[in-house]
C-alpha cells in the first residue's frame, strides 16, 4: 500500500470502525471510557531517524521523536497504553556493537507496557536474549513459545492484565514458528506450540474467567500470506475472544486497520505499522456503560 495514502504528520487521517455490531459515532458520550493503546513492531534498532537522502524514508523515524509524539498523547488521555510486537533487535550497528541493551533501556525509558518475541530478537540467541533483559523494565509476553528446558524459563509471561480508568485489558503474545527460520542452536530447546490452539485458549481465559473488557494479541506471525501459513487474518477468523491483533514480521503497512470476522461472526481489529519506528500506531477504543466497544483507528509517522 502507498505509505502516502497511510498517515500524515501527526493528528493522521482517522478510520473509524466498530466492534461487536456497533455503529460508528462522531462524538464521544460524556459516560464513554476512553482507552487509547499506542503501538510499534519491527522496529529493529533503529535508534536515529532515516537522514535527508534516505528516499522514501527521508526524516522519518527516530527514538526521540517517537517519545515526543507519545508524551503529547499521554498528555491528552492518561489512559494510554504503550506495545510492541517484536523484532525489536538486529538492524543496525547499535544491535552489533551493545547487543540490545540501547533497545530495551530506550524502550523502557519510553515506558512501554509490554512487548512480545520476534525471531530476530533471538539472532545474539537466547542466551544474548536473556542476558539483555535487566535492562528492560516492561514485560514480555508469548503464549506459544514453551521456554521451560532453556534459560528463559520463567522470564516471560503467558499474559498481562492493565486496568486503566477501570477498564480491564487482556494483553497476550503469539510468535512464529522458529524451526526453519531461525537456526536450532539460537533458539535452543524453544518449544513452539501451536497458536491457534494457545490464542484460543489465552484469549478464552481473558475474556471470560479474567473478565477483561478488551483482549490484545501482540502477534509475530506476519499478516497475510498467499499459502497456508497461519497469518494475523488467519488467526482473527479461527479464534472468538480477541479485539484487536497488533501484528508484525511481515512490516506491512496498512493504510488503516484492518476489521475481520471472528468464528463467532464478531469483528476482530488488525493493525500493522511497517518497520524501523517510522510510524507509531494508535487505536483508540470506546466503551459505554455495558461496556460495548467502539473503536477509532488513526496511525501517526514518526517526523
Same mark, same amino acid.
Given at each position: ?103 530495551? &533501556? %530506550?524502550?523502557? +525509558? ?6 512480545? @518475541? /520476534?525471531? #530476530? ?112 487474518? &488467519? %488467526?482473527?477468523? +479461527? ?6 491483533? @497488533? /501484528?508484525? #514480521? ?54
Amino acid at each position: 500500500m502507498k505509505r502516502k495514502d497511510f498517515i500524515h504528520n501527526t493528528a493522521a487521517a482517522t478510520a473509524f470502525l466498530s466492534l461487536g455490531g456497533l455503529s460508528a459515532f462522531a462524538t464521544k458520550p460524556a459516560l464513554e471510557k476512553h482507552i487509547t493503546i499506542l503501538h510499534t513492531n519491527d522496529v529493529h534498532s533503529h535508534i536515529e531517524p532515516f537522514g535527508p537522502e534516505e528516499g522514501r524514508n527521508a526524516n522519518l523515524g527516530g527514538v526521540a521523536r517517537r517519545a515526543t509524539i507519545i508524551e503529547k498523547i499521554r498528555r491528552e488521555n492518561p489512559n494510554t497504553l504503550l506495545l510492541d510486537a517484536g523484532d525489536i533487535f538486529q538492524g543496525t550497528p547499535y544491535f552489533n556493537f551493545y547487543g540490545g541493551e540501547l533497545e530495551f &533501556k %530506550l524502550m523502557s +525509558k519510553l515506558k512501554y507496557d509490554a512487548a512480545t @518475541i /520476534g525471531n #530476530h530478537d533471538f539472532d545474539n540467541g537466547i542466551d544474548g536474549l536473556y542476558a539483555q533483559l535487566p535492562h528492560a523494565n516492561f514485560d514480555f509476553v508469548i503464549s506459544n513459545y514453551d521456554f521451560r528446558n532453556t534459560i528463559m524459563d520463567g522470564q516471560t509471561r503467558e499474559y498481562k492484565i492493565m486496568i486503566k480508568d477501570g477498564v480491564r485489558i487482556g494483553i497476550f503474545g503469539i510468535g512464529i514458528q522458529l524451526q526453519g527460520l531461525v537456526n536450532d542452536r539460537l533458539f535452543k530447546e524453544t518449544k513452539y506450540l501451536d497458536p491457534v490452539e494457545m490464542a484460543t485458549e489465552t484469549s478464552h481465559k481473558l475474556k471470560n474467567e479474567e473478565n477483561c473488557d478488551i483482549v490484545i494479541c501482540l502477534s509475530h506471525l506476519g499478516y497475510q500470506y498467499r499459502g497456508d501459513e497461519i497469518s494475523d487474518v &488467519k %488467526l482473527a477468523q +479461527k479464534t472468538e475472544n480477541i479485539d484487536l491483533i @497488533i /501484528g508484525g #514480521h511481515t512490516h506491512t503497512f496498512l493504510d488503516k486497520p484492518q476489521t475481520y470476522k471472528n468464528k463467532a461472526g464478531k469483528d476482530v481489529l488488525i493493525n500493522q505499522v511497517g518497520c524501523y519506528g517510522l510510524y507509531l500506531g494508535r487505536i483508540d477504543f470506546y466503551l459505554d456503560e455495558k461496556r460495548n466497544l467502539k473503536a477509532d483507528g488513526a496511525g501517526i509517522a514518526v517526523s
